[in-house]
């Protein structure tokens, strides 16, 4: 299976709950990354996290990395309709040149208003 | 801000044509990349670059060239365009130093009639 495999595939929630989503990868890595993507447009950039960190915020984002379980998860607190996307995780990982990124096939999350 | 164009957001081409998918990004990145994207396989790295005139193969380079001569411009091209191209295609940048985003841009919906 891929590197960086994101859990669940889909989720659907209420407008004001939390979502959480879980990344695992196989490799050791330099840093984890999550990305969002709109429906027909590119990825956005949302946190990145090294491999020395555990923990990580930016605004109502919280994403956690445990790098002995080798697995990271994406917290949104109190979601809104606009949250409504693609959550991509991607990996740099160390065995591979260049910062290319690895990335899962991404969970999709839909905020019901 | 950061900006990563993509000169087509859809293309429709024929069987056998040579393809040439551009995207320019303003942001003096040593690093490009291009992917494709396709359901259920997420994110797939075709080729990236970290410097004019540079390029190394990603997980699936067949089918595909590329071409960086500028900085700031970093060119897809389909040999021969086949219908299993079909796919949408996301080019990218990023700052040659470890532990960066890779920006995106809007993407380019290919269709091979």
């Known amino acids: 299976s891929q590197q960086g495999e994101e859990d669940p595939q889909a989720l659907s929630i209420q407008e004001g709950e939390n979502a959480t989503m879980n990344c695992s990868y196989k490799?050791?890595?330099?840093?984890l990354q999550w990305y969002r993507q709109n429906s027909g447009r590119g990825l956005v950039h949302l946190i990145l996290?090294?491999?020395?960190?555990r923990e990580k915020h930016s605004g109502r984002l919280r994403v956690t990395l445990d790098t002995s379980k080798k697995s990271s998860s994406l917290l949104i607190t109190a979601s809104r309709a606009a949250d409504t996307a693609s959550y991509f995780c991607?990996?740099?990982?160390?065995?591979?040149?260049?910062?290319?990124?690895?990335f899962g096939e991404g969970t999709q999350l839909t905020v019901n208003p | 801000d950061v900006k990563v164009t993509q000169s087509s957001r859809y293309l429709v081409k024929r069987t056998g044509e040579k393809v040439f998918l551009e995207c320019v990004q303003d942001?003096?990145?040593?690093?490009m990349f291009w992917y494709r994207q396709d359901p259920g396989l997420g994110l797939r790295l075709i080729y990236f670059?970290?410097?004019?005139?540079?390029?190394e193969k990603g997980d699936i380079p067949e089918g595909y060239s590329v071409s960086r001569e500028k900085k700031e411009r970093f060119s897809l091209i389909l040999e021969s365009a086949s219908t299993n191209q079909t796919s949408m295609y996301l080019c990218?940048?990023?700052?040659?130093?470890?532990?960066?985003?890779?920006?995106f841009g809007d993407g380019t919906r290919l269709s091979i009639l």
């Open positions: 990218a940048s990023s700052l040659f130093v470890g532990n960066q985003p890779q920006h």
């Open positions: 490799t050791s890595i330099n840093n």
């Open positions: 996290i090294r491999s020395n960190e």
């Open positions: 991607a990996t740099d990982r160390r065995e591979t040149s260049g910062s290319r990124l690895t």
């Open positions: 942001m003096d990145h040593e690093n």
């Open positions: 670059s970290y410097d004019v005139k540079m390029k």
